[in-house]
C-alpha cells in the first residue's frame, strides 16, 4: 500500500509500515528525524491529500484543540481571541483528514475541547496497552479500519506528561524528568502503538 503519514516528524509508524513491505511516506513541515529522508516529504500535508493513498495516518497539531490548550483559551473569563482564531484554523485542519476521500483513515489527537465541536473519537488508547510502561490518552478517529487492538499490557509506570486542570505541569511526568523538553518528543507516537497499527492495518500485504 501506499500510505501517508501526515504530520509525522519522528517516522516512527512509517517506519513501522516499511518493515511489512509498505510504501510509507511521512510528511511534515520540517526534516525528518527518523533516518529515512527519502521517505520524507517535507511539504503541507493538506497539498498532499490530493494524491490518492490506500491509507492516510494524520498527527495534526493539538496545541489548540486538546483540553489542555482550551484551559489557555480565557482569561479572567474572558475568551482570547486570537487563541480562538488559532483554534478554528487547527480545527479546519483537522477536518481536511476527516473528510478525506481516502478509504482508510486514521487520525490521531489527544482528547479534544468540546468547544470545538471536532467529531466523536473512535477509541482512546494508552501506550500501556502496547508494552510501553506510560499513559498518555490518546483518542484515535477512525474510517475504513478496525479499533486498534491491545497487544501486550503492562504495568503503568506514570504519565508522559502531568498536567492540572489549568494545562500546566502538577508535578513532572516522565517527558519532564528527561530534562530536554522537547515538543516533538511530548507528543511522540510510542513505538508499541505503531508496530500494532502496521501489524493490524497493514497485514497480509494491504489487505486489511
Not at 478517529?141 to 479499533?147: A, E, F, K, V
Not at 517527558?175 to 497480509?204: L, V
Amino acid at each position: 500500500m501506499r500510505i501517508l503519514l501526515a504530520c509525522e516528524e519522528s517516522q516512527t509508524v512509517a517506519n513501522a509500515f516499511r518493515e511489512y513491505g509498505h510504501e510509507a511516506y511521512s510528511c511534515d513541515l520540517i526534516p525528518c528525524g527518523g533516518g529515512h529522508s527519502e521517505y520524507h516529504i517535507q511539504a503541507d500535508a493538506a497539498q498532499l491529500l490530493k494524491i490518492k493513498w490506500d491509507m492516510v495516518i494524520a498527527h495534526p497539531p493539538c496545541t489548540y484543540l486538546s483540553n489542555a490548550g482550551a484551559n489557555r483559551l480565557r482569561i479572567n473569563g474572558e475568551i482570547q481571541q486570537a487563541r480562538m482564531e488559532r483554534a478554528i484554523e487547527a480545527k479546519k485542519f483537522f477536518m481536511l483528514f476527516y473528510n478525506s476521500d481516502c478509504p482508510h483513515i486514521a487520525i490521531e489527537n489527544p482528547i479534544p475541547s468540546k468547544i470545538h465541536g471536532v467529531p466523536p473519537y473512535n477509541q482512546i488508547i494508552q501506550p500501556y496497552m502496547f508494552g510501553d510502561p506510560w499513559m498518555k490518552t490518546t483518542c484515535l478517529w477512525l474510517r475504513g479500519l478496525p479499533i486498534l487492538m491491545a497487544t501486550e499490557i503492562v504495568q503503568p509506570t506514570g504519565k508522559w506528561v502531568e498536567t492540572t486542570p489549568h494545562g500546566r505541569a502538577s508535578r513532572p511526568g516522565e517527558w519532564e524528568r528527561k530534562g530536554k523538553r522537547d515538543p516533538k518528543d511530548r507528543s511522540k507516537t510510542f513505538p508499541g502503538i505503531a508496530k500494532a497499527m502496521a501489524e493490524q492495518w497493514g497485514r497480509n500485504g494491504g489487505f486489511i
